[in-house]
Nanobody
Framework: QVQLVESGGGLVQPGGSLRLSCAAS????????MGWYRQAPGKQRDLVAT???????NYADSVKGRFTISRDNAKNTVYLQMNSLNPEDTAVYYC?????????????WGQGTQVTVSS
């Protein structure tokens, strides 16, 4: 499995921005779907955004127009730029890597990074 290390979470005021990064452990990253999911307290883990090896992106309706996912294949890294954050975006954000966007025994998850949006 691919090891994933996230960074970039923290506390931000409503309307602010954060950028999350996720570094993959090896070059298998190139052929994998990468993504971000989030889980708020007491809720299920939900899709935020995914990006294929070819650069095709998919977003949850709640983040369209505010969040941007991108990947740097040379650095084995995927990013999530989050703008216009609101308190409903507060959650633990998890990086995902897998052959498809559907989690399976071949998928990998990061340890999670906390994002808190509060004044």
């Amino acid at each position: 499995q691919v090891q994933l290390v996230e960074s970039g979470g923290g506390l931000v005021q409503p309307g602010g921005s954060l950028r999350l990064s996720c570094a993959a452990s090896r070059s298998i990253f190139r052929g994998y779907v990468m993504g971000w999911y989030r889980q708020a307290p007491g809720k299920q883990r939900d899709l935020v955004a995914t990006i294929t090896s070819g650069g095709t992106t998919n977003y949850a309706d709640s983040v369209k127009g505010r969040f941007t996912i991108s990947r740097d294949n040379a650095k084995n890294t995927v990013y999530l730029q989050m703008n216009s954050l609101n308190p409903e975006d507060t959650a633990v954000y998890y990086c995902y890597a897998g052959p498809t966007a559907i989690s399976s025994s071949l998928s990998s998850w990061g340890q999670g990074t906390q994002v808190t949006v509060s004044s």
